[in-house]
């Protein structure tokens, strides 16, 4: 019985490390192109966590947290090379405003976010499927709010811990008052991170199903 599952295992083994790279190749792709990272005048906003979110669903939050670890870098690498208005909040080597040094929150701000976004849809993903519903739905309506939630962790998250840890470089960056910074992250949390989950919502339901059917017939023909 174990000797006849070793082929089904080395399978699903295969086809996994095969998505992993599939989805690290369109990160690094985007990352490197204007696709993945959009510069604004206030920040720069992002594609990236597409990838990471659509991995979390269909890989598990392990790969998920890897590629979202691997989003964590890009930013990082883009910052430091390509600074814009607030790269001081991803990079510690890009100077706060007005002073000579960075900010080691800047790596907090950076990745934990980011290795988020490759970790909570999947457990989203788990939780709906439990609801007494069609399968069929569950998986549907599962895909487009584990987008939506975790596109909504990139934007809270990175957003929050600005606010938190770097609130006044934010504000003196911005050229706003301290006490304006609160109203100003939130007007940019709604502002960009109603459509980017609105996007993952729509987008996530379609990939996911479709790569799911597509493995599922592979695994028929290897078996058949």
Known sequence: MTN????????????????????????????FTPLGLIDLPFMRATTLHIPVLLASILLGPKRGAFLGGMFGAISLWKGTMAPNLVSFAFSPFVPLPGESHGSPWALVICFVPRILVGVVPWFVVKLLERLPINRGAAKTVGYAFAGAIGSAVNTVLVMGLIGLFLGDAYAAAQGIAQSAVTGFILTTVFAN????????????????????????????????
């Open 4 to 31: 006849a599952n070793l082929p089904t295992k080395r399978t699903a083994g295969i086809q996994e490390m095969v998505l992993t790279a599939l989805f690290a190749a369109l990160l690094l792709l985007m990352g």
């Open 193 to 224: 991170g109603i459509p980017e989950a609105i996007a993952a919502a729509v987008i996530a339901p379609p990939v996911c199903l479709g790569l799911n059917k597509a493995v599922s017939s592979i695994q028929i023909k290897k078996g058949s």
